[in-house]
Nanobody, 114 residues
């Protein structure tokens, strides 16, 4: 059974950093493309960052380029999202997504205060 569990969210001041984790079970994460999405109140869910199965390809939303980094630990079967220089507009629920399986985690709340 494919399962994704996010953690690491919280309340942080503008300019601060957080690292989100997405622990995968039921499949070998390194064999599949993985993504982080976010959804702010009243807005549609949007793609934040993606990482190919080979780890060689990453894509980022323009709004987070240069501030966020997606990475993967194959031993821990976990994908991360390092978020630096956070802004109030980064406030959202962040979700992990395994596209091949169409599976979502339950999300983790990130709140950035000004």
């Amino acid at each position: 059974q494919v399962q994704l569990v996010e953690s690491g969210g919280g309340l942080v001041q503008a300019g601060g950093s957080l690292r989100l984790s997405c622990a995968a079970s039921g499949f070998t994460l390194s064999s599949y493309d993985m993504s982080w999405y976010r959804q702010a109140p009243g807005k549609e869910r949007e793609l934040v960052a993606s990482l190919t199965s080979t780890g060689a390809g990453t894509t980022y939303a323009d709004s987070v380029k240069g501030r966020f980094t997606i990475s993967r630990d194959n031993v821990k079967n976990t994908v991360y999202l390092q978020m630096n220089s956070l802004k109030p507009e980064d406030t959202a629920v962040y979700y992990c997504y395994a596209r091949w399986f169409g599976s979502w985690g339950r999300g983790t709340q990130v709140t950035v205060s000004s």
